[in-house]
């Protein structure tokens, strides 16, 4: 599944890294975000403090961030498309503006089509409180200005996902 997942998301530009620590990940992040300060506002805390030495951007200059830092709630491997739980408006901010998007995946979490996850999307969209879930799947692409193909105008014009298939006791904060 994690092979079928990792094909489909490279098959639609997204660059999928795999590793077996969430400090590996970490350093990932480190290498691609360098010193500029990232949008990240909705981390388990086991991910915030492994990027404790990154600089994190407040809301309001998450237009100026050039990474944006999120995790998905579920990958699917028939399309390489990431499940992000995205209702507080600042995750949707952080994964829309900035260029880069990087996105930790629990490889455990993978399903193998849309309609595996019906449960899940069920539990989230019937909780109390509103729900605004998103399904991303590559890098943000149009092709409605005379049918040409352009990367990155509705949004990141780079995914990378960041497949953790260690320890997923992150993901349990």
Do not use: C
């Not at 981390?43 to 944006?68: E, K």
């Amino acid at each position: 599944m994690v092979e079928r997942f990792q094909v489909a998301a490279e098959a639609v530009g997204a660059v999928v890294k795999r590793f077996t620590t969430l400090a590996d990940g970490a350093d990932y992040v480190v290498s691609v975000a360098g010193t500029s300060p990232v949008a990240a506002p909705s981390l388990p805390p086991a991910i915030r403090q492994t990027l404790a030495g990154l600089a994190f951007a407040a809301p309001q200059d998450f237009p100026l961030a050039n990474v944006g830092i999120s995790v998905a709630h579920a990958g699917i491997a028939a399309t390489g498309s990431l499940l992000l739980d995205l209702t507080d408006p600042t995750d949707r901010s952080a994964t829309a503006l900035p260029p880069v998007h990087l996105v930790f995946l629990d490889a455990t979490t993978i399903v193998p089509t849309l309609a595996d996850l019906a449960g899940l999307l069920e539990e989230n969209l019937n909780r109390p409180s509103p729900a605004y879930l998103s399904l991303t799947t590559g890098p943000s692409r149009t092709a409605d200005i005379e049918r040409v193909l352009t990367i990155g105008v509705h949004g990141p014009k780079e995914l990378h996902i960041l497949m953790l298939e260690g320890d997923a006791s992150w993901t349990r904060d």
